[in-house]
């Protein structure tokens, strides 16, 4: 007999890691164009928490969180091709407005999954999606970036920038990351060429000629990021904290900036796969908790130490 309800973790307020709760809730149904995937795992973003305590794009809950899913695939809705029953997939749903994966099952648009890599586990491959394709759309479909060129990844030991600096390697670029020292073996082992202590040492002084930034920080080290560009270099940002300045001092160094915000993006996503299949691209799982646990996971991530990702394994 069919479970119409499922576990999910929500809130009823915006707040500190405790107003998450697991709760019995009604199990979601494809409508057309979309699977039912019977989440297996759901990675953890900064944008978790942001959306937690404040509502960002969301505005006032109930809600539930997550963007990162790999499953399998429960049921697919009316015009659905690619997938059937039985199907392991991985993707990442709309963002911001297809939120839900946190959660034992989730809907979302059949073209926002791709085929899991057989050789990555969920765990693995549920750690991707979002912070994956961030990395990949700012590289590749906004710097454009080439073999040769000369790539600064600020925060190279975090979500995004641990893919960011595999991606870049991956396409032949130079790539220098920020970290703390301790981080430093890690981000080598990434592929990194150089790696800059941001706690002793100013990356405008030790980082030159650089081609693109790769900015997760925002504010002062945005702006202060252009000074290291080229001429007709680009920086590409991913948050959006006072970005008119950014903008304006672009312009008066010739260099590009651009703001992003990451979409679900099936092609983004099938060369995500294809580069994890070859062993070019792995995230790095730093830690998993269990659905129930997840007010913990938050409070982990918002330390801002965590290396690499953090997972929530839904059906360990």
């Known amino acids: 007999m069919t479970k119409h309800t499922m576990k999910a973790l929500t809130q009823t307020t915006l707040g500190a890691p405790d107003v998450l709760h697991e709760a019995e809730v009604a199990r979601p149904e494809p409508g057309i164009g979309q699977i039912l995937v019977a989440v ?19 505005g006032e809950p109930p809600f539930t969180l997550g963007w990162d899913v790999s499953g399998v695939v429960e049921a697919v809705g009316f015009g659905v091709s690619l997938f059937e029953p039985g199907d392991e997939v991985f993707g990442m749903l709309p963002y911001p407005f297809g939120a839900g994966s946190h959660a034992e099952y989730v809907t979302g648009p059949a073209r926002a999954f791709v085929p899991k890599p057989a050789a990555l586990s ?31 990844v600020h925060a190279a030991a975090g979500g995004v920038g641990h893919l960011a600096v595999q991606i870049a390697k991956a396409r032949g670029a130079y790539v220098i990351g920020t970290a703390s020292a301790a981080k430093h073996d890690f981000v080598r082992g990434l592929g990194a060429d150089e790696v800059i202590d941001y706690r002793t040492a100013d990356f405008v002084a030790e980082a030159r000629d650089i081609d693109v930034v790769l900015d997760s920080l925002g504010g002062e080290n945005c702006l202060r990021s252009l000074e290291v560009l080229k001429p007709g270099g680009i920086l590409v940002s991913i948050l959006p904290d006072k970005w008119d300045p950014v903008r304006d001092r672009a312009r008066e160094l010739g260099v590009r900036a651009r703001l992003m915000l990451v979409e679900h993006d099936q092609a983004g996503m099938a060369a995500i796969a294809a580069l994890a299949e070859s062993g070019q691209l792995r995230a790095h799982v730093s830690r998993t908790y269990a659905l129930s646990e997840a007010a913990k996971a938050h409070t982990e991530g918002e330390t801002g130490r965590v290396t690499g990702k953090l997972v929530l394994a839904v059906r360990p």
């Open 122 to 152: 969920h765990v693995d491959a549920g750690a991707l999606p979002l912070a994956a394709l961030t990395a990949w759309q700012a590289l590749v479909d906004n710097a454009r970036i080439a073999p040769g060129q000369r790539v600064l």
């Open 40 to 58: 297996h795992a759901a990675g953890l973003n900064p944008t978790d928490w942001k959306h937690r305590e404040g509502g960002l794009f969301l």
